[in-house]
Structure formats: structure tokens, C-alpha cells
């Protein structure tokens, strides 16, 4: 089996694209990315829209050569409606565009259905579906909520088996926070785990007891299951203390001799992380490298300028509480 993360926030965008190459068939599952609107409070930079063109490139060349098609759900950052036509002649599962799914991802879904309908690209409801292979199968999950609340809608997991070994792609399942989530892990047993993490960055607008689940199930992931490779990236990493958030699960797996790895770590390919912007962004903006290897070396920034001045912080109960210990303890350190 070989697998390779083609894209992710790790690499510099919002994304889970990975290709599997397994008996014979090549299987791309979740053929998008993006960027977000704003990221660590500050927009794309320069560095950021072209490692987006950059990887999307990659993405569309491996999608045109691939032979089996999974979208998990309709969000941008994991499907591209304007490639339709790619995926004439290939075997196409998408998450169901009518049952379990919220108003804004059944909108796209029926655009997307009609590209799909002008392009001539018939396709199959994904949920539930066991896809033989030459040696293996792909088993894709039943809905599966994305995170805690219900407003998002579902999404599918997928787990890709050759003979003994299998990998599994979470998709958006928030941590995973929820237990229909963990128990198709645990069925799966996967050896290469690819999870998306919690949303930690939003702080309590995911929910703290959320946070909690999202790192117990994975500890009894790692505790059951044992797979060699825990990959966290995507929700997770858009958190500057993502590793802090972690640690439990980084000792828990060197006890048991296993690694818990962001995708930048676990299947580099051609692409390097992205490395330090440039531009007016540059002193203020954590670098998607940096967040993977937990590289933590910055140029003077927002709170350097502030010395002796004032710094204004709006809605700090949104922050990590590592960032606000971060914030005040300075302060604590003049009481002292």
C-alpha cells in the first residue's frame, strides 16, 4: 500500500487530499483545498495563495490519473465543484447530497450533481458502501456528524484495506469527538490513522467538554488499537498549540512505540512545509511549517511593538489558554 497526503494544513492549506495506491488501483480521496478567509487573525499572504496554486495543481494532475473517486462531504476545502469533468470514467462515491446533510452543503451538492450530470460523470452514495479490490476493499463509514453539533451535517470515513494493513481517513470528524466515530475506528483498526483533530482554535465556540472527548477517544485509539501511525493535521493544526494540546497522546505513543505525526511528518513528498512568509505578514503570522515540526523561531512581532505601550486584545476568551497564560503572564510577573 502506498499512501501519500497530497495536501494539508501542514503543507499550507486547508485540505485532507491523499492518494492510495493499493492492488493495482489508485483511490483519491477528497480532491480539494483552500484558505481560509483569515488565519492566526491576519489574511492570506503572497506564500499562501501560491503554495494553494501550487498544491491544487498537484491535486488535479493526480486526480486525472487515479481511477476511484471518494468526496466525503461538501465543504470547499474538500472537493473542487470546477473539476467535474475530471471524473469522467472513474469510479465516483460521494457523501449522500439529500440525506444527512445541512442546507448549505445540499445546496452545493445539487450545483455540484449538475456539473456532474453536463459532464456525463455518473457516481454512487457512498455511505455504507463495501468496494472490493484485488486483495483488499475500501469500507466507507455510515453518516457521521461533523463534530459535536448537529448544524454542520455529515461526512464519511474511509478505510482502505490491502491484506493486513489498513489506513483510514476520518474526514471532518472534529476530534473525533463523537462515539459513532470512534467505534468505525476501532472496527476498522487501522495501522495509518489520519485524523483531523478538534477545532481547538475556535476555543469555547467548539466546547471545551468537546476538546476533552476529542483527546480521550484518542488516547483510547492509541490505547486499543495501537496504530503505527497516528496523523493529526487539518482542524487541529490550525491551532499554534496544537503540540501542547497533544502531549498526552505524543507520551502515551512513545510508551508504546508508535508515532504521532503531523502529514507534513509522515509521508513527505516533493513539497517542503512552507516555510517563513514574506511581506507585511511576515513578523506577525505563525507559519504553517512551523506549526507542523513545532519549530518555534520568530522574528519580532506584534507584542515586541507594543513594549511599553498598549496592546488591545479583543475577545480573549477566544483564545487557546495557553495563549492567554502567555498574554498575562508578564503581568503576574510585575506583581511578583
Not at 486547508?14 to 481560509?36: F, H, K
Not at 492566526?40 to 494532475?61: C, M, N, Q
Not at 456532474?116 to 458502501?129: N, T
Not at 463495501?130 to 461526512?155: D, K, N, Q, T, Y
Amino acid at each position: 500500500m502506498r499512501v501519500e497526503i497530497l495536501a494539508s494544513e501542514s503543507l499550507g492549506v486547508r485540505s485532507m487530499a491523499v492518494e492510495v495506491e493499493v492492488c493495482g488501483p489508485r483511490i483519491l480521496i477528497d480532491p480539494g483545498a483552500a484558505l481560509g478567509p483569515r488565519r492566526y487573525g491576519l489574511p492570506p499572504d503572497e506564500v499562501e495563495l501560491a503554495r494553494l496554486s501550487k498544491l491544487r495543481e498537484v491535486i488535479r494532475k493526480r486526480l486525472k490519473e487515479t481511477e476511484i473517486v471518494i468526496i466525503t462531504h461538501y465543504h470547499f476545502d474538500h472537493y473542487t465543484p470546477e473539476w467535474a469533468e475530471d471524473l469522467q470514467g472513474k469510479r465516483v462515491f460521494l457523501k449522500d447530497p439529500v440525506r444527512n446533510i445541512n442546507r448549505n452543503q445540499a445546496g452545493r451538492a445539487a450545483e455540484f450533481l449538475k456539473r456532474l450530470m453536463r459532464a456525463g460523470v455518473s457516481w454512487e452514495v457512498a455511505e455504507g458502501r463495501r468496494v472490493p479490490l484485488s486483495g483488499g476493499e475500501i469500507v466507507i463509514s455510515g453518516p457521521l456528524w461533523h463534530g459535536p453539533a448537529a448544524r454542520f451535517g455529515c461526512v464519511v470515513s474511509v478505510a482502505v484495506r490491502e491484506g493486513d494493513t489498513v489506513f483510514l481517513h476520518t474526514s471532518d470528524v472534529s476530534g473525533p469527538v463523537r462515539e459513532e466515530s470512534v467505534e468505525f475506528i476501532l472496527a476498522q483498526r487501522p495501522d495509518i490513522l489520519f485524523v483531523d483533530g478538534p477545532s481547538t482554535y475556535l476555543g469555547p465556540r467548539f466546547g471545551l467538554s468537546a476538546v476533552e472527548a476529542a483527546r480521550s477517544n484518542l488516547l483510547r485509539i492509541l490505547h486499543e488499537v495501537r496504530p503505527a501511525k497516528l496523523v493529526l493535521d487539518h482542524h487541529l493544526l490550525r491551532d499554534l498549540s496544537w503540540r501542547r494540546w497533544a502531549e498526552p497522546l505524543f507520551e502515551l505513543a512513545e510508551k508504546q512505540g508508535l508515532a504521532v505525526l503531523s502529514g507534513a511528518e509522515s509521508f513527505p513528498g516533493n513539497l517542503k512545509p512552507c516555510l517563513r512568509p514574506k511581506g507585511k505578514n511576515a513578523n506577525s503570522k505563525m507559519i504553517p511549517g512551523a506549526v507542523a515540526f513545532g519549530d518555534k523561531r520568530f522574528e519580532p512581532g506584534l507584542l515586541a511593538l507594543a513594549h511599553r505601550g498598549f496592546l488591545y486584545v479583543d475577545e480573549v476568551n477566544l483564545l487557546s489558554d495557553y495563549l492567554v497564560d502567555t498574554l498575562l503572564q508578564p503581568f503576574d510577573e510585575v506583581k511578583g
